[in-house]
T-cell receptor, first 116, second 109 residues
């Protein structure tokens, strides 16, 4: 597609429910990132994939958070047993090359998660 | 610990003036620094990148400076317009791009 696509755009989950958020990066992009953005804050890094390899998951806040990119394209961020503090916008981003800091990163519109 | 601080949560200026936004960082030695624009309900959009060995970068009405001694970047929008109203984020390279909290700019007509 023309840009990074995320679904669902909005999700309301009951506390304790599992959720799965999907990201379709720009076709051919090697790098894929997940960020969490709370209201009024900047994006916080969660995890980074280079193709199907998860090279950095240091930002995942707990073992309830799990991300995968099994075929090196589409990625899923899964949150188990959601808590109210998980309410945030989850942003996916992709970049053409392996991450070097000089690459342009393209963001999706985000998945807005509200845990009630 | 590593910190990225954007000094103003909000900045209000009059149309036609120059907006100057600040990004300070500690315990980082980034090779690259990027600036993004984010509109409400949208994802961030890349604006400019500056390398550690560059002092200044320009693109149309935008100018970025990068002082690795002061550990500071300044982002300028000249001849500002109401359409420039948005949140501006600085981001530093490391193992991934790390973002500041952003500065919300409002340009009044």
């Amino acid at each position: 597609g023309a840009g990074v696509s995320q679904s669902p755009r909005y999700k309301v989950a009951k506390r304790g429910q599992d959720v799965a958020l999907r990201c379709d990066p720009i076709s051919g992009h090697v790098s894929l990132f997940w960020y969490q953005q709370a209201l009024g804050q900047g994006p916080e890094f969660l995890t980074y994939f280079q193709n199907e390899a998860q090279l950095d998951k240091s930002g995942l806040p707990s073992d309830r958070f799990f991300a995968e990119r099994p075929e090196g394209s589409v990625s899923t961020l899964k949150i188990q047993r959601t808590q109210q503090e998980d309410s945030a916008v989850y942003l996916c981003a992709s970049s053409l090359f392996e991450f070097r800091g000089r690459n342009t990163i393209y963001f999706g519109e985000g998945s807005w998660l509200t845990v009630v | 610990s590593q910190k990225i601080e954007q000094n103003s949560e909000a900045l209000n200026i009059q149309e036609g003036k120059t907006a100057t936004l600040t990004c300070n960082y500690t315990n980082y030695s980034p090779a690259y620094l990027q600036w993004y624009r984010q509109d409400p309900g949208r994802g961030p959009v890349f604006l400019l990148l500056i390398r550690e060995n560059e002092k200044e970068k320009r693109k149309e009405r935008l100018k970025v400076t990068f002082d690795t001694t002061l550990k500071q970047s300044l982002f300028h929008i000249t001849a500002s317009q109401p359409a420039d109203s948005a949140t501006y984020l600085c981001a530093l390279s490391g193992r991934a791009m790390r973002f500041g909290a952003g500065t919300r700019l409002t340009v009044k007509p």
